[in-house]
């Protein structure tokens, strides 16, 4: 459940079918991968429009999988009586 929280809906620029915010294929190696895709893709392009919103919507996925992993805590404590 928290997995969902690092997909970005409209997928990476370029290659919407690639949702994940924290890995895919590399577009620089092939079957290497790169951590924070969206934002290493527009690094390269050095595009800092896109570098910008590229950071942010990472982010935003990053923060959205803490809240996720955060209430599945306070539901497990919730549900154990803690």
Same mark, same amino acid.
């Given at each position: 459940?928290? !997995?969902? /929280?690092? +997909?970005?809906?409209? =997928? +990476? @620029?370029? $290659? %919407?079918?690639? %949702?994940?915010? *924290?890995?895919?294929?590399? *577009? !620089?190696? =092939?079957? /290497?991968?790169?951590?924070?895709?969206? @934002?290493?893709?527009?690094? $390269? &392009?050095?595009?800092?429009?896109?570098? %910008?919103?590229?950071?942010? !919507?990472?982010?935003?996925?990053? &923060?959205?999988?803490?809240? +996720?992993?955060?209430?599945?805590?306070?539901?497990? &404590? !919730?549900? *154990? /009586?803690?």
């Amino acid at each position: 459940m928290v !997995e969902r /929280g690092f +997909l970005i809906p409209d =997928g +990476l @620029v370029g $290659r %919407k079918w690639f %949702k994940h915010a *924290l890995q895919a294929p590399s *577009l !620089e190696t =092939g079957y /290497g991968s790169d951590v924070f895709p969206a @934002v290493m893709d527009s690094i $390269r &392009k050095r595009d800092d429009a896109q570098i %910008k919103q590229s950071v942010d !919507e990472t982010a935003v996925r990053v &923060k959205a999988a803490a809240v +996720l992993l955060g209430a599945m805590c306070y539901a497990d &404590k !919730e549900n *154990l /009586g803690v």
